[in-house]
């Protein structure tokens, strides 16, 4: 695959994109870059779990997932999310392709574990070539879904996707959006830290609690073979870049 930048969006963020975030991306692919768009849906899932007055329980960040609220998360990740996203990146001239687990067996995934999570599934294989044909020409809009080989749908974590897409691909690039600049330390932006330094900080908690997965993610990205994974509240902006350690 040629070289390619894996950005993850969360679903709060899709209604409050900003226009340099579409010169952005036409910018990149001025560049010749492939882009492959990871999108969330939380609020959108949220808000049908409430309308329906579905219990809503997480473990360790993840929701649980049972039968009804896999249906939801379906319909709320490919009936409005993506759709929402697709629509404005139209609307902005850039050529986009919505695309989900059930695209020939896109995403295959796993049960991380059935009797605590229910359907929440991690990614195990990404059909790098069929992903490449499709990238080509277009920016790739890819719900957070997986199949098992038996096709059982699975709700994966967004930013664990867009990592192991990301590594799976061989990006050069990870961009994980968020609602902050990057990681403050003393109120300054910290552009840059090794993983050996972003670990030190989580250890400190300089590196709160809510911020702590996507830098796990990052490192995650950066440990195995990713050149850079940069967390930030714009793709237009550095934010902090989490770099590979440099070898003395």
């Known amino acids: 695959m040629q070289k390619l930048i894996v950005i993850k969006i ?3 963020a899709i209604h409050q994109l900003q226009p340099t975030f579409f010169t952005q991306l036409q910018h990149w692919l001025d560049q010749d870059y492939q882009l492959l768009i990871v999108h969330g849906g939380g609020p959108m899932i949220t808000q049908l779990t409430d309308e329906l007055a579905l219990p809503v329980k997480k473990v360790n960040g ?3 997932t049972d039968a009804a ?3 939801l998360t379906k319909l709320a990740l490919l009936g409005d999310a993506q759709p929402a996203l697709l629509s404005q990146l139209s609307q902005h001239g850039l050529p986009v392709l919505g695309l989900n687990a059930a695209d020939n067996q896109l995403l295959t995934g796993k ?5 605590q999570l ?3 599934g991690r990614i195990t294989a990404v059909d790098d070539n069929q992903l490449s044909h499709l990238l080509a020409h277009h920016i790739g809009v ?4 997986a199949l098992t080989e038996n096709g059982q749908w699975l709700n994966v974590n967004a930013d664990m996707a ?4 990301a590594q799976q691909l061989h990006a050069e690039k990870l961009v994980l959006l968020t609602d902050v600049p990057g990681i403050m330390h003393h109120g300054n932006l910290m552009t840059s830290l090794s993983p050996h330094q972003a670990q030190r900080l989580i250890q400190t908690a300089v590196i709160t609690a809510g911020m702590q997965p996507k830098v796990r993610a990052a490192i995650a990205a950066i440990q195995t073979g990713v050149k850079q994974a940069v967390i930030t509240n714009a793709i237009d902006r550095p934010g902090t870049a989490i770099i590979q350690e440099v070898a003395v």
Do not use: I, K
Request: charged share 10%; aromatic share 8%; no cysteine.
């Open 142 to 145: 890819l719900a957070p879904l």
């Open 118 to 120: 229910g359907y929440v």
């Open 111 to 115: 049960l991380v574990d059935y009797q």
């Open 10 to 12: 969360g679903g709060q």
């Open 162 to 165: 867009a990592t192991v897409l």
């Open 69 to 71: 609220t896999l249906n």
């Open 62 to 64: 993840l929701r649980v």
